[in-house]
């Protein structure tokens, strides 16, 4: 059975810390680009950070130097390190499992995350 499980979520105060795991149950991962997305309130899903096999990283702006994708290819894992949060950070954060040999992208189910003094 396809699964994306994500944990790590919560509530934290702004510059604080906040660290996010999803752990996958699909074929390929290795090969496969993995990301974390973002749904804030009332306001569209976007990337926040991508890693791909090769573990290049790719970052939105808006979390660039306080956010940090890593993988773990050998525990089927990809984490996001969430550092000095801001209060607009506060959204429903997505793992997601791009596509891999023609086969089917996958998404996690979503972990709040809420950033509030």
């Known amino acids: 059975q396809v699964q994306l499980v994500e944990s790590g979520g919560g509530l934290e105060q702004p510059g604080g810390s906040l660290r996010l795991s999803c752990a996958a149950s699909i074929s390929g991962f290795s090969r496969r680009t993995m990301a974390w997305y973002r749904q804030p309130p009332g306001k569209q899903r976007e990337l926040v950070a991508e890693i791909t096999s090769g573990a290049y990283t790719n970052y939105a702006d808006s979390v660039k130097g306080r956010f940090t994708i890593s993988r773990d290819n050998a525990k089927n894992t990809v984490d996001l390190q969430m550092n000095s949060l801001k209060l607009e950070d506060t959204a429903v954060y997505y793992c997601?499992?791009?596509?891999?040999?023609?086969?089917?992208?996958?998404w996690g189910q979503g972990t709040q995350v809420t950033v509030s003094s």
């Open positions: 997601y499992a791009a596509s891999w040999a023609l086969g089917s992208a996958y």
